[in-house]
């Protein structure tokens, strides 16, 4: 019975690997900022008196951690930590007013992602150790974070950073058994890209997206890109040279600033 901790798992992706997991038989940790909706989602998931729900916000390092401390003893370990939380939104740096949106995406999209698994490292190099479980730190980012596209500065800095970041924790954690994976959603269908204005290639439906990237986590793959069509894509514009991408992507759609 695999043991399994959630941010940002109210909504969307991190709702629907809840959904996945929950119906494998697992028994969950389930953190996000709405206890109403955490309550709702893991009234309608099966043996919900197993799970534990955790309303925090992730930039609260400890709050984060008793999360983790209480997961723990009560569930006896932690098999696999997702690094869900995240938010999204326009920035343009030439507005004084948006510094403090950078802020806040970076605080909850890459800082809460280091304190998210820091709690968890030392039981699973234990399990890892004793080869009683097999351990996976999954990071959540984006397609967006392949590069850097205008009017989403700080979204896709944040994203790359984070995919930096889990490599690096790949590399690190390779010689203690514990497995470090990353994701890079295209779009996917949920609350935060259902108020996109703009045209999204190849949407996948949320659930379907929770067992592709379940099945990634289970494999162990160091990376992977979901849709499938989407990791063409990100090859493609990962190879442009400056020259081509500034021309492809001048007159590209920006995300909603407040």
């Known amino acids: 019975m695999k043991r399994v901790f959630i941010t940002g798992a109210s909504s969307g992706i991190g709702a629907a690997l809840a959904r996945h997991y929950a119906a494998q038989g697992a028994t969950l940790g389930l953190a996000a900022r709405r206890r109403p909706m955490l309550e709702e989602l893991a009234a309608s998931l099966p043996n919900a008196e197993r799970h534990q729900l955790y309303a925090l916000d992730v930039t609260d390092h400890g709050a984060l951690a008793d999360a983790a401390a209480h997961f723990i003893r009560t569930a006896g370990g932690a098999d696999i930590v997702i690094a869900n939380a ?20 970076f605080a909850t999209n890459v800082t809460a992602t280091v304190a998210t698994f820091s709690s968890f490292i030392g039981v699973m190099k234990e399990q ?11 990071g959540i980012a984006s397609i967006a974070g392949v590069r ?4 989403a500065e700080a979204y896709s800095a944040s994203k790359a950073a984070v995919i930096s970041y889990c490599e690096s924790l790949r590399v690190e954690m390779k010689k203690s058994g514990i497995r470090v994976v990353t994701i890079a959603p ?36 160091s990376s992977v890109v979901l849709p499938w069509q989407m990791s063409i894509a990100a090859k493609v514009v990962r190879a442009l040279p400056n020259w081509l991408f500034d021309l492809a992507f001048a007159n590209a759609p920006h995300k909603r600033r407040n």
């Open 86 to 105: 995240g938010i999204s939104q326009g920035t343009l740096t030439e507005y004084a007013e948006d510094l403090p949106v950078f802020e806040r995406i």
């Open 128 to 138: 890892a150790r004793s080869g009683s479980r097999d351990c996976r730190l999954v």
């Open 148 to 151: 850097g596209l205008p009017g």
């Open 186 to 221: 295209g779009f996917i269908d949920t609350p935060m890209t259902r108020i996109n204005k703009y045209r999204m290639p190849f949407l996948m439906p949320v659930d379907k997206f929770a067992a592709k990237a379940a099945a990634a986590i289970d494999a162990g793959v």
